[in-house]
């Protein structure tokens, strides 16, 4: 066994002799550096180029590698040499440096058709009854990032390039969400699509039924018809919902509604999609964005939070009388029109500041959400 360092030629005065001289006393340690600045890839794969072993671990440096975390992954490779496989990473405490299991238990690994990282529940039937010791490893998570992003395309170029050597007929469902990818040119792709031609790789389709076949639970590839969307409005205030494109943490407001308005303006977020997950999120159902209506409590302000998929807090209800229903603390959106405030209260058929209208409704969609198989 060996371990490789790779450094992507740093500044950091610590990254060069003083290193060199403190791993000096571990023979199994190797320093691999580059000769110019060539970011996470490059580096990991001239790794993997120098690697004199027959099976390659790749681990960032801010993590931490626990007792017999190895074997039951080799155990996998073992049986299938193609076999790719991940441990379950839990997450470093920055304080005291304690392990804390990641939100949601038994997750992997997914992605949704924008080509972000998600993570999902591992089903039933794959999770292990192995009786032996659980293999660890922590991973420390960063609390910003300490270089720039740069602008531009960049990314957009590189994602493209992924789902244009890998994605086969699926590329369609990313463009359908991301069209501006479409125009984005991506270079030469010969040598990768000859290299995945030469290892013989199996088709996407073959992935989409053999290895990720739960992803469409959770990430369609084709989006389902929404409950409901368009503008959220009061009946008693004839004010809307607006979000002022806020994130994480945003309280809900009221405002004037943009249609009643004598101009639109970017301050205002109006539109607002109930989707197929009973989440309610800010965008039209071709473009929502990432957060969803939240609430904690009967009595809490409606903010919004980073969508999890979950259902929990996250979980609403469009009723007959209009209201629109937490079930976890069991009270519905109400609001004051005089401060424009929105909050959760108990609920009330009479109170009209608790009866909201959906500017476009799917009934069929809509009475699917509210019966009882639904929930």
Not at 80 to 104: K, L, S, W
Not at 364 to 374: C, G, I
Request: aromatic share 10%.
């Amino acid at each position: 066994m060996e371990i490789l360092s790779t450094q992507s030629k740093s500044r950091m005065q610590h990254l060069k002799d003083k290193l060199e001289e403190y791993m000096a006393r571990f023979p199994k340690v190797r320093i691999v550096r580059t000769k110019k600045r060539e970011g996470l890839i490059r580096t990991r794969l001239l790794g993997a180029t120098v690697a004199k072993g027959e099976v390659l671990t790749f681990l960032d440096s801010h993590c931490e590698a626990n007792v017999n975390w190895l074997p039951p992954l080799l155990d996998q490779i073992a049986q299938n040499h193609r076999t790719i496989v991940c441990p379950m990473i839990d997450v470093i405490d920055h304080n005291h440096f304690g392990y804390e299991a990641q939100a949601g238990d038994a997750m992997r690994g997914a992605f949704d058709w924008e080509m972000y990282y998600k993570r999902i529940p591992i089903p039933a039937e794959l999770q292990s009854t192995d009786p032996s010791d659980p293999f660890e490893v922590g991973h420390i998570y960063r609390k910003y990032v300490p270089y720039k992003v740069p602008s531009g395309t960049s990314l957009a170029r590189n994602l493209k390039r992924v789902a244009e050597t890998w994605m086969d007929e699926y590329t369609e469902y990313i463009y359908q969400r991301r069209p501006e990818y479409r125009h984005l040119s991506t270079g030469d792709l010969s040598a990768q699509k000859e290299l995945r031609k030469q290892l013989k790789c199996k088709d996407f389709k073959w992935f989409m039924a053999a290895v990720a076949w739960d992803l469409p639970k959770y990430y369609p590839p084709v989006e389902p018809l929404p409950a409901a969307w368009g503008e959220i409005r009061n009946v008693v205030a004839n004010l809307c919902i607006d979000s002022k494109h806020g994130s994480t943490g945003t309280e809900l407001r009221l405002d004037v509604c943009v249609k009643d308005g004598s101009e639109r303006t970017w301050s205002h977020e109006q539109i607002f999609t109930f989707g197929w997950r009973e989440d309610l999120r800010p965008g039209d159902p071709l473009h929502t964005r990432k957060f969803c209506f939240d609430a904690i409590s009967h009595s809490s302000p409606v903010t919004l939070y980073d969508c999890h998929g979950m259902k929990g807090n996250q979980l609403w209800l469009y009723r007959k009388d209009k209201t629109l229903y937490h079930p976890v603390s069991n009270s519905c959106i109400d609001c004051s029109p005089g401060d424009k405030k929105i909050f959760m209260h108990r609920c009330d058929p009479l109170s009209e500041t608790q009866q909201w209208i959906f500017q476009h409704i799917n009934a069929t969609v809509l009475e699917k959400f509210n019966s009882p198989a639904s929930s």
